[in-house]
């Protein structure tokens, strides 16, 4: 079962996703993927029936390893101009690293293997 599956989105409410900062579950060296696993809520006859595993698989270039992120990283990125434009489009990624750095955001452990 995949994130963005039709079919299996049409039966559930509540999916959170795996969150914008979280655990790799799986990592995929040869194809360079990581997959990420959370819970969500199974919708039936209009009533919440209970929790089912979830998934996304994401190509490496798709993500930041936070846990090479050093605090103030951010700035090398913003404070040169050559590489400012694509700086923006990761922008949110390396703020978040930052907050994780500050103790202001903690990863999403939640997941149907934990």
């Not at 060296?29 to 029936?49: S, V």
């Not at 990125?77 to 990624?93: E, G, I, N, V």
Request: glycine share 10%; aromatic share 10%; proline share 7%.
């Amino acid at each position: 079962m995949h994130a963005g599956d039709p079919q299996q989105s049409a039966l559930c409410i509540g999916n959170p996703g795996p969150g914008l900062f979280t655990v790799v579950r799986e990592w995929q060296p040869r194809a360079r993927r990581a997959k990420f696993r959370w819970e969500r809520t199974q919708l039936r006859h209009g009533q919440r029936d209970h929790e089912v595993g979830d998934s996304i698989t994401v190509q490496q270039g798709a993500l930041l390893n936070i846990s090479a992120y050093r605090p103030g990283d951010y700035k090398q990125f913003f404070q040169d101009h050559r590489t400012r434009a694509k700086y923006l489009q990761w922008a949110p990624l390396l703020l978040a690293a930052e907050d994780s750095y500050g103790g202001r955001l903690t990863p999403s452990m939640k997941g149907p293997d934990l």
